[in-house]
């Protein structure tokens, strides 16, 4: 028998379940890259669009586990020596979290983790995990890769357009009871024409580079793995050698590679300087990837026009981190990966890994991020343990 440690976002405020806005979702059976979507077996322990990814949604997981004996722990309660996190990481075999509510294992934690065969990222992105320390360990670290890659792109294309076009403070005026035509156009452009550009062209920032395509928008990219020719045809990408050289050229950039040891603080006062005066920077990557308080003082200064994103560190964020109240920041909490659409498909995914876990057969090679002591499948690609 093994226990499953799960962590999740507490329920909402008002009560579990919600009620919905609507009665179904699309179905969608495949991604851009030809990959399918989560395949599990079966049954799935949720209805499609149900809220799975908080505390009492338990992703669905419960059935399916109990059936074969084993425990499953579901807390929000993950940071401190007495939470119930750590109360349980010394018996699990197996944690789960997710990148909007994480639990961090550190080499402390894994270190007293002795009986941890397996981390479960249910969504993209294991930065919360010491990929160095699990593979030292022999944990084995999968993620859901591609379950939510098209949740954060349209994300992604919503917080250029509201920081480009002065959304969120022109929609304040109007719940305020105001009229203040001037004040809400003063700083406020069209994307046509723009030149954008996205740090890696993976499978997000591919994806925001097509939805871009049709406002006009002169697309730039850049990342270690050119993309084809055909794609960079089609987009009529300008593929730049290096980050520097990219952030030069563009109105708008995006960051979307992921967050390891030599990509930490990518993004400081001497990158932004490189940048043109009012350029706008989205990151819904990783909030390490940038120096936090260099962000707040590009926005004082007016070097950046505006700073959008969901990601932050710590995660969820002290109320006086200062990217909330820091001007011209378009900020949401960690939602973009997890609206009800991403959710039904990573808990169908991670339903998926556990079932090759639990029957000894291989777990997808592209949900793979380290095995058998080193980087493997997805990681072996996008992550460095250095
Ligand atoms: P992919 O693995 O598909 O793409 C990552 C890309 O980053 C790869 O093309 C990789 O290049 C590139 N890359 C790696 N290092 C660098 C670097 N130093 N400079 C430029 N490019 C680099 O991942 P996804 O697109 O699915 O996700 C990207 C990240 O987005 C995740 O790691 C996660 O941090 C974040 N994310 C956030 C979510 C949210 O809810 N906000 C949800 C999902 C993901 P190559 O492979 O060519 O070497």
Redesign the pocket.
């Given at each position: 028998m093994a226990k499953i440690l799960c962590v999740l976002y507490p329920d909402p405020e008002k009560g579990y379940p919600p009620h919905y806005a609507r009665d179904s979702i699309p179905v969608i059976e495949g991604y851009a890259n030809g990959q399918t979507a989560p395949t599990p077996k079966g049954p799935l322990g949720f209805l499609p669009g149900e809220l799975i990814g908080c505390v009492s949604g338990e992703l669905g997981l419960r059935s399916y586990l109990e059936k074969l004996g084993h425990e499953l722990i579901v807390t929000s309660d993950k940071d401190g020596p007495n939470s119930e996190f750590e109360k349980h990481l010394p018996d699990a075999e197996i944690v789960i979290s997710q990148?909007f509510w994480p639990a961090y294992l550190t080499p402390e934690r894994i270190a007293k983790a002795k009986k941890l065969k397996l981390a479960l990222t249910a969504?993209?992105?294991s930065?919360h995990v010491d990929l160095a320390a699990a593979a030292k360990a022999g944990v084995t670290v999968a993620e859901v890769t591609g379950s939510?890659?098209i949740s954060?792109a349209e994300h992604v294309v919503m917080m250029v357009l509201s920081l480009v076009r002065n959304y969120l403070p022109s929609h304040e005026i109007a719940v305020r009871g105001g009229w203040d035509i001037a004040d809400c156009v003063s700083r406020s452009y069209d994307l046509e024409g723009m030149h954008f550009g996205t740090?890696?062209?993976?499978?997000?920032?591919l994806a925001v580079l097509r939805r871009l395509k049709p406002f006009g928008v002169k697309l730039h990219y850049?990342?270690?793995?050119r993309l084809k020719p055909d794609v960079e045809q089609e987009l009529g990408l300008t593929y730049h050698e290096n980050?520097e050289s990219l952030i030069k050229a563009v109105d708008i950039v995006n960051l979307?590679?992921?967050?390891y040891p030599s990509?930490e603080h990518f993004i400081d006062d001497r990158m932004l300087g490189l940048m043109r005066r009012g350029t706008y920077l989205i990151n819904?990557?990783?909030a390490k990837l940038v120096d936090r308080d260099a962000i707040v003082r590009a926005l004082q200064s007016g070097q950046l026009a505006g700073y959008a994103g969901?990601?932050w560190f710590p995660q969820p964020a002290p109320a006086d981190h200062p990217w909330r109240t820091m001007p011209f920041n378009g900020m949401t909490p960690?939602i973009?990966?997890?609206s009800l659409s991403a959710q039904t498909r990573y808990a169908a995914g991670t339903l998926e890994i556990l079932e090759s876990y639990f029957d000894g057969t291989p777990i997808r090679e592209e949900y793979l991020i380290v095995k058998a002591g080193s980087l493997a499948g997805?990681g072996a690609?996008?992550y460095k343990l250095t």
């Open positions: 990148p969504g993209i992105g930065d939510n890659s954060v740090i890696a062209a993976g499978r997000i920032g850049t990342d270690p793995y980050a979307q590679m992921p967050l990509t819904t990557a990783r969901d990601v960690h973009s990966g997890t997805t690609s996008s």
